[in-house]
């Protein structure tokens, strides 16, 4: 079984034993893409009154490209954050959990 990462797996509002994923997802480039951005985006997010911690979070996922270096999504997450608040993320793992490839498409709608 594929065990998504605890940033979408818990919290939201959500009990954890009542969320299910499909067994059938892969670990294709587009699951961990979504998965490690998500998980980032959440560090950032939980550091942002620490600009110190916030700044070495932030360049780790600067220091690829998107979509081949996973972690860069958290930056394309952080911009729509900046503008939209956290709708986007709250909808990434709502998408995240039915259906990885719509999270991605959403994420790329950017």
């Keep these: 079984m594929n065990i ?16 299910t994923f499909n067994s059938k997802w892969s670990n294709g480039k587009r699951f961990k893409t979504v998965s490690e951005g998500l ?23 600067l220091s690829g490209e998107f979509p081949n270096w996973p972690y860069s999504a958290a930056i394309l997450m952080e911009n729509s954050y900046l503008k ?23 994420l790329v709608s950017e």
């Design 4 to 19: 998504p990462h605890a940033a979408i797996y818990e919290g939201l509002n959500y009990n954890s034993s009542n969320v």
């Design 39 to 61: 998980a980032k985006w959440a560090e950032l997010n939980y550091f942002r009154d620490n600009k110190v911690v916030y700044d070495i979070i932030y360049n780790h996922a």
């Design 84 to 106: 939209l608040g956290d709708m986007k993320y709250k909808a990434l793992v709502e998408y995240f959990r039915r259906d990885y490839l719509a999270a991605y498409k959403l």
